[in-house]
């Protein structure tokens, strides 16, 4: 077998490496035996730690055969060189053993580094989403096989790369990205992403990369922290990338089928509405026309049924934005002040202490909140608070007045559909809540004022 296919030449790297501890060695051997032969046996045979450290680092499976074998030649050369007293003996014995278990240390060190060093390459490495990473220099450290299927770049062509180019395969072209604000917290990357969201130190965003899919481009979600050592300082940045294109056009698909039924929605509304006040017209001009008491109450209840018709079409035109955006994170606190501006509560007092607190909600939030608001001021209330409780069972947010509060009898069909104390408000409120599985009911006592409290699922609200 040629030398250069032995394991530990196999490579440009590992030819390197064998090639300095051969030298080390050569070199400390040298200057012990020089040593030696001036009568110095104190000093020189420490230098022997260099070869045994490096190969024990290196080659960290082979590192206690390298000790043994550097400690034997240091024994050799030393008992053959030095007065054979036994004193001189054990001391020579005694320093090959110490460098035989520093050996054995640094290759116990090594492997269990190795091993931990392999299990985050492997991490790394199968994660389903596109991953790489960066050092402090900007150059690639990892580059694993999702991230190889997804540019059709290769690890071997990317690992050691600089200069941005990472950012080649997406862009078509080497410019910061979304990594390098993690890394550097450069602000000015941003501006080239239209959205970005920070949770602690990991950053997202999304982005059309046009370089993808042949040229196609490929819609992709984006999430970028920086690496930290121990003592917290950056030692690099990793980057996750998902495929989110399917995701978007369905998005973009419901958004177009959203607007369809909105503007189709809104046709119909209007003419029922138009046709709605027509058989009003009719039946103001019959009341006037007949006299009789069963004719009277025959249009009486024609005309419960076009209030009840009403009704629901007011109830159409509250519902027909709600639900037609994605829910977002929503500042608890900045809904109720805005529900609070859009409102005449006249001098009731709405007192807020939820400053931290975010949930997961439908956009519309504020308007749910609003018909909270508006059922206290209707109740006759003059203070209102808005509080919150962290629960077993997630975070009750908790909306209290000192109104006249909600009868007993009524409290079971309270967020029903069409009841006349509530309108429709209070089953709007319901409905938008209940988008994000957020669930809503009252609890206060007649007499002494509404108390309502939504009740937000464990994985729907954040302590900011």
């Known amino acids: 077998m040629p030398l250069t296919d032995h394991p530990l030449l196999s490579d440009p790297v590992s030819r390197k490496r064998f090639i300095v501890v051969i030298l080390s060695l050569l070199l400390v051997l040298s200057a012990n035996i020089a040593a030696l032969l001036s009568g110095i046996t104190w000093v020189f045979p420490h230098l022997f730690y260099l070869p045994i450290l490096l190969a024990g680092y290196w080659y960290p499976r082979r590192g206690p055969l390298i000790s043994l074998l550097i400690a034997s030649l240091y024994c050799v050369s030393?008992?053959?060189?030095?007065?054979?007293?036994?004193?001189t003996t054990l001391s020579i014995i005694s320093r090959g053993i110490v460098l035989v278990i520093i050996g054995v240390i640094v290759s116990l060190l090594a492997v269990r580094l190795r091993r931990s060093e392999q299990q985050l390459h492997d991490l790394i490495e199968f994660l389903p989403d596109a991953t790489f990473a960066i050092d402090l220099e900007g150059r690639v450290i990892a580059w694993n096989r999702a991230i190889e299927k997804?540019?059709?770049?290769?690890?071997?062509?990317?690992?050691?790369e600089g200069n941005y180019a990472y950012a080649v395969p997406f862009y078509g072209e080497a410019r910061p990205i979304l990594i390098n604000l993690a890394l550097t917290g450069d602000t000015a990357i941003e501006a080239n992403y239209p959205v970005i969201r920070r949770f602690g130190d990991v950053i997202e965003a999304e982005i059309f990369a046009p370089a993808l899919n042949e040229g196609k481009g490929l819609h992709l979600r984006l999430s970028a922290t920086p690496l930290f050592d121990s003592g917290r300082e950056r030692i690099g940045a990793v980057e996750s990338i998902r495929n989110i294109t399917d995701e978007v056009l369905t998005r973009s698909s419901l958004e177009n089928s959203n607007r369809q039924l909105g503007a189709l929605s809104s046709i119909i509304r209007h003419g029922v509405s138009a046709?709605?006040?027509?058989?009003?017209?009719?039946?103001?001009?019959?009341?006037?026309?007949?006299?009789?008491?069963?004719?009277?109450?025959?249009?009486?209840?024609?005309?419960?049924?076009?209030?009840?018709?009403?009704?629901?079409?007011?109830?159409?035109?509250?519902?027909?934005?709600?639900?037609?955006?994605?829910?977002?994170?929503?500042?608890?606190?900045?809904?109720?002040?805005?529900?609070?501006?859009?409102?005449?509560?006249?001098?009731?007092?709405?007192?807020?202490?939820?400053?931290?607190?975010?949930?997961?909600?439908?956009?519309?939030?504020?308007?749910?909140?609003?018909?909270?608001?508006?059922?206290?001021?209707?109740?006759?209330?003059?203070?209102?608070?808005?509080?919150?409780?962290?629960?077993?069972?997630?975070?009750?947010?908790?909306?209290?007045?000192?109104?006249?509060?909600?009868?007993?009898?009524?409290?079971?069909?309270?967020?029903?559909?069409?009841?006349?104390?509530?309108?429709?408000?209070?089953?709007?409120?319901?409905?938008?809540?209940?988008?994000?599985?957020?669930?809503?009911?009252?609890?206060?006592?007649?007499?002494?004022?509404?108390?309502?409290?939504?009740?937000?699922?464990?994985?729907?609200?954040?302590?900011?």
């Not at 997804?150 to 050691?160: A, D, L, N, S, W």
């Not at 069409?418 to 599985?437: D, K, N, P, W, Y």
Request: glycine share 10%; hydrophobic share 45%; with cysteine.
């Open 150 to 160: 997804m540019t059709g770049v290769p690890k071997r062509e990317m690992i050691g």
């Open 78 to 87: 030393a008992y053959l060189l030095t007065p054979a007293d036994l004193f």
């Open 275 to 464: 046709r709605l006040e027509e058989l009003y017209r009719h039946l103001t001009i019959g009341s006037m026309q007949f006299n009789d008491p069963a004719s009277i109450s025959f249009l009486g209840k024609i005309e419960e049924a076009a209030d009840g018709i009403r009704r629901q079409i007011a109830i159409s035109r509250d519902f027909r934005e709600i639900g037609s955006a994605p829910p977002v994170w929503t500042p608890v606190q900045e809904a109720v002040l805005r529900a609070v501006a859009r409102l005449d509560i006249g001098e009731m007092i709405v007192r807020v202490w939820t400053e931290r607190l975010v949930i997961f909600s439908d956009p519309h939030l504020s308007t749910a909140l609003s018909h909270l608001i508006e059922n206290a001021a209707a109740a006759g209330a003059t203070a209102l608070l808005v509080t919150y409780q962290i629960r077993d069972g997630g975070c009750a947010i908790i909306l209290e007045d000192n109104g006249v509060g909600i009868p007993d009898e009524k409290k079971a069909t309270l967020f029903s559909e069409g009841i006349e104390q509530s309108g429709h408000g209070l089953f709007l409120a319901r409905e938008v809540l209940a988008i994000t599985g957020i669930s809503i009911h009252e609890e206060g006592k007649s007499g002494a004022g509404a108390r309502f409290v939504i009740l937000v699922p464990p994985e729907g609200f954040r302590i900011t």
